[in-house]
């Protein structure tokens, strides 16, 4: 198996907003997700947008976990407001949680920013993908690139069937 560092690994990021996904807002995050994981040497990166609708979610976290994404980062949703339905939407979908990638992440953001602990944010492996569900803020975005690079390599290498090297 590949050190994390030369690993080769692709990226999708999904932005989950009704605003965004209707043109009516710009996405500010999707962007700032996808310029993170071409810096941290994915080989390709997708960036697609839907509704917060909970059954349009699911469709393209399964269409992406089927065809066996590395990595896949979700921005948007995870908060508390009437259509923040990311966690449900995508945590059925999961095999395993990943509860340490989540509360390093609103650990660390709490440092920041007392409203971290208002997110739902979440992760874990669907299939052979490891999806982290982040919120839509832009700031929090660029936190999270810092925050959980490059232990996200080193999940994509354990999924793979690499060992702690």
């Known amino acids: 198996m590949l050190p994390a560092m030369d690993l080769e690994w692709n990226g999708v990021v999904l932005t989950i907003s009704d605003r965004v996904s209707k043109g009516e807002a710009e996405d500010r995050s999707g962007p700032i997700l996808a ?3 071409k810096a941290n ?3 390709w990166v997708v960036q697609d947008k839907c509704s ?3 059954a349009k979610i699911r469709t393209i976290v399964e269409h992406w976990v089927i065809r066996d994404a590395d990595l896949l980062l979700t921005t948007g949703g995870t908060g508390i407001g009437p259509r923040d339905r990311s966690p449900e939407a995508i945590r059925p979908l999961l095999d ?3 509860p340490g990638i ?3 992440f609103r650990r660390r953001s709490q440092l920041v920013t007392p409203n971290a ?3 739902r944010t979440f992760a874990g492996v669907a299939g052979h993908t490891l999806i982290v569900s982040l919120p839509g803020s832009p700031n929090a975005c660029r936190d999270a ?3 959980l690079f490059p232990t996200l390599l080193h999940g994509i ?3 793979r069937g690499g060992d702690h090297s």
């Open 35 to 37: 310029e993170g994981l």
């Open 41 to 43: 040497g994915a080989g």
């Open 52 to 54: 917060d609708d909970v």
């Open 96 to 98: 395993r949680e990943l």
């Open 102 to 104: 989540a509360e390093e």
């Open 117 to 119: 602990m208002l997110s």
């Open 145 to 147: 690139l810092e925050f």
């Open 157 to 159: 290498a354990m999924i």
